[in-house]
C-alpha cells in the first residue's frame, strides 16, 4: 500500500488523541504545530530511530524507521525501532523524549504498531516497550485486550472527530505546561471565555422563568 495515502490515519495521532483531544484536532484539523524545548529534544533523540537501516545484534535483527501500516484500520506510520528476535518474537520499540508524559498515550501509539505489524507480518505480537531518552530505560508493555480495544477506539473516535471537522474545546490542566500548542491553543483564555458565557446563558434561563405563584 502507499502509507502516504492521505486516508490512512498516522500513528502518531493515537499518541496526540491520548495526550489531549484538543491537542490531535488542532495538529490535524487546522494544521498547527509549534516547537518547543521538548518536541525539540525528542525530534533530536529520533532522528537514528528515524533512519531506515538494520543491525544484528544480541537479541536478533532490528530494524530502524520501519514503516507499518494496516489495511483492516486504516493506518499507518514508522516505528522507531522493531525487533525480530531469535526466539521469534516481533518487538516494537517507541522512542519518547522525557518522563512527564502518562503512559497512556504511549501505549495507544505502541499498541497501533503492534496491531500493524500483526497484520503485515501474520504473527502475534505481545509485548513492546517505551524507551526513554532521559533515563535511557524500556518500560515494557503487554498488548492486553483492554489496550487493544483502548487502542480500537481512539482510532474511530479520532476519525469521528475529523470527519465532524471541530476541534474539542480547551481543558485548561496540568498538561498544558508541556504542550508546545499552548500560545496556539490559549486554553486558559477560551476556558475562562467559555465559563463567562455558560454563566450569562445560565443568568439568562433563570431570568426566562416564570415568577412562582403568591401563597
Known amino acids: 500500500m502507499d502509507i502516504e495515502n492521505d486516508d490512512y490515519l498516522p500513528l502518531s495521532a493515537l499518541v496526540q488523541f491520548g495526550y489531549c483531544a484538543r ?12 516547537d518547543n524545548v521538548f518536541t525539540l529534544q525528542g525530534t533530536q533523540g529520533h532522528e537514528r530511530a528515524d533512519t531506515s537501516t538494520w ?3 544480541a537479541a536478533g535483527r532490528c530494524e530502524r524507521g520501519m514503516a507499518v501500516w494496516s489495511d483492516s484500520l486504516q493506518i499507518r506510520g ?3 525501532v522493531v525487533e525480530f528476535r531469535h526466539d521469534g518474537d516481533v518487538y516494537p520499540i517507541e522512542y519518547k523524549r522525557g518522563a512527564h508524559r502518562v503512559e497512556y498515550p504511549d501505549d495507544l501509539q505502541l499498541c497501533g504498531q503492534a496491531l500493524c505489524l500483526e497484520e503485515m507480518l501474520g504473527v502475534t505480537v505481545d509485548r513492546g516497550a517505551v524507551y526513554s531518552l532521559k533515563s535511557r530505560h524500556r518500560r515494557e508493555r503487554v498488548f492486553t485486550q483492554e489496550l487493544r480495544n483502548q487502542t480500537h477506539l481512539a482510532i474511530e473516535q479520532i476519525r ?4 465532524g471537522g471541530g476541534v474539542p ?4 490542566d496540568d498538561r498544558c505546561k508541556y ?3 499552548l ?3 490559549s ?3 477560551l476556558t475562562t471565555k467559555r465559563l463567562m458565557q455558560l454563566s450569562s446563558q445560565l443568568y439568562q434561563a433563570e431570568n426566562l422563568l416564570p415568577e412562582e405563584e403568591e401563597q
Not at 491537542?23 to 509549534?34: K, Q
Not at 469521528?160 to 470527519?163: C, D, I, S
Open 169 to 172: 474545546p480547551p481543558v485548561f
Open 78 to 80: 514508522r516505528a522507531d
Open 160 to 163: 469521528t472527530m475529523l470527519r
Open 183 to 185: 500560545p496556539v491553543c
Open 55 to 57: 543491525e544484528m545484534t
Open 179 to 181: 504542550c508546545s500548542l
Open 187 to 189: 486554553p486558559e483564555m
Open 23 to 34: 491537542r490531535c484536532g488542532l495538529m490535524h484539523l487546522e494544521a498547527a504545530f509549534e
